[in-house]
């Protein structure tokens, strides 16, 4: 069995490792218009990892934990947020930039992204969530994968290549709320890798990049070798 990545619309991605492991980050399942109804029923769930508390990455974290009972790992202050909401105490597992946590077979290290995440409470009001993150994945193979969350492009993308050399890379390319194509351009000319997933783009008319777009631009930065792997949200890719 080799490892495996599905797209389900937005930022959303599920992760399956070679001995089977199933690993859920940024769990927008049922409000997702993007994800095909279908994929929004798990039949196993290991993990999942929280990169910050918008509402269309935190999800539905709090039902898939209970119903799968898997730990959930996240920036500190969301690991409180959840537990106050009924997460169990043993599933919140809090962490921070530049840690490493083992879960489920695999090394999670949250990496820094350049983002908000305030938590909106049903109420109206907003909850301070921590620094929005990235998170470098490497699996029982030690195949390594970067999910960028939501994130800008920035500098010390150079770091995570040097630190941890991805061999691919889930980048937001839909501009307006995240970095668009020119920006995740710069962003794979940073990190040195040679295959880019695309993320966080047509899930709402305002996020207007596209992979294609994604493509012209590394043309323009003599990246063409680069493979931007395009899916349809539910499609399966290997890693």
Same mark, same amino acid.
Do not use: H, Q
């Given at each position: 069995m080799s490892n495996s990545i599905t797209w389900l619309g937005h930022s959303t991605v599920k992760i399956t490792t070679g001995k089977? $492991? &199933?690993?859920l980050v940024d769990a927008?399942?049922?409000g997702n218009p993007s994800c095909p109804v279908a994929a929004r029923k798990l039949d196993r769930l290991d993990a999942i990892l929280v990169t910050h508390g918008h509402f269309d990455h935190l999800g539905e974290t709090?039902?898939?934990a209970a119903r799968h009972g898997c730990p959930v790992v996240s920036i500190f202050e969301i690991a409180e947020w959840l537990k106050k909401k009924g997460l169990a105490e043993e599933n919140a597992w809090a962490?921070? $930039?530049g840690g490493t946590v083992e879960v489920a077979g695999i090394s999670a290290t949250m990496v820094q992204a350049h983002h908000s995440g305030g938590i909106l409470e049903e109420d109206g009001s907003v909850v301070y969530a921590g620094e929005p993150a990235?998170? &470098?994945l490497r699996l029982e193979d030690e195949t390594c994968i970067y999910h960028a969350g939501d994130t800008c492009v920035f500098s010390d993308m150079s770091l995570i290549a040097d630190l941890y050399e991805p061999?691919?890379?889930l980048l937001p390319i839909g501009d307006r709320f995240t970095m668009g194509p020119r920006e995740a351009a710069l962003a794979i000319e940073l990190l040195s890798v040679r295959r880019v997933l695309p993320i966080h783009w047509g899930t709402?008319?305002?996020l207007t990049g596209t992979p294609q777009a994604l493509r012209d631009e590394l043309l323009k930065r003599g990246l063409e070798d680069v493979e931007v792997t395009e899916v349809a949200p539910g499609g399966v890719v290997s890693c």
């Open positions: 089977g $492991k &199933v690993i927008w399942l049922e709090l039902a898939l962490m921070n $930039k990235g998170y &470098v061999s691919m890379a709402f008319p305002l």
